[in-house]
């Protein structure tokens, strides 16, 4: 199997296209990185990754390995074929958005999730007219037994990984989340680098 590795950097977002078969790995460098991720049907952009489906097929809040992430026709698109990480990955919160940060203080064009998804398809000549829910990897949210949603740092370590298999042609779309205000990116508030590695799909 032929690799490539790339970085995508803090803050920033990128998308890949991958064909049925082939994986992607995203290696949390630093151990505190969240990733907000999106696939989207290579051939139609109206099927896109649905946390409600996900969640629904697999009876399950967080996405773990050997589960699929569902789409919006309730096809599966990517799984989670690998995970060193000891924590869950999130499908319950929104990407962060410039309404967001307007919230929590922070200034007019402060990076975010939500335009990290739109730059990253529009590169690749691409639009849609608004952001599907995005799969959380390495956010680590409870749920208490009232209901309560409890926001807490990654648990993840520097080095740990996931690899998503595409079950269809795929855009795979990340953003290394740019949230520096809540310790969603670690108790440092600080937005980190992390690697990706593309791995064909096996003869």
């Not at 630093?30 to 109206?46: E, F, K, M, R």
């Not at 697999?58 to 690998?82: C, D, I, Q, W």
């Not at 600080?190 to 096996?202: F, H, K, N, Y």
């Amino acid at each position: 199997m032929t690799r490539t590795a790339t970085t995508l950097p803090a803050s920033q977002g990128a998308a890949w296209r991958l064909r049925l078969g082939e994986t992607l790995t995203i290696v949390n460098t630093h151990g505190s990185q969240v990733i907000d991720t999106w696939a989207l049907n290579a051939d139609d952009l109206s099927e896109h990754s649905a946390m409600e489906h996900t969640r629904s097929k697999n009876s399950h809040v967080y996405l773990e390995e050997g589960l699929a992430v569902m789409s919006s026709k309730r096809r599966p698109m990517v799984t989670l074929v690998a995970d060193t990480t000891p924590g869950r990955h999130d499908t319950l919160l929104c990407p962060c958005s410039a309404e967001i940060y307007a919230e929590l203080g922070q200034p007019a064009g402060h990076r975010s999730c939500t335009g990290n998804f739109h730059e990253a398809i529009g590169a690749l000549g691409l639009s849609l007219p608004f952001t599907p829910a995005s799969l959380n990897l390495f956010m680590q949210v409870g749920v208490e037994a009232d209901g309560a949603v409890r926001r807490e740092p990654p648990v993840s370590k520097p080095g740990d990984s996931v690899t998503l298999r595409a079950e269809m042609d795929v855009i795979l779309v990340l953003s290394a989340c740019p949230q520096d205000v809540t310790p969603i990116n670690g108790e440092g508030c600080t937005p980190r680098d992390v690697e990706i590695i593309l791995g064909e799909a096996a003869a």
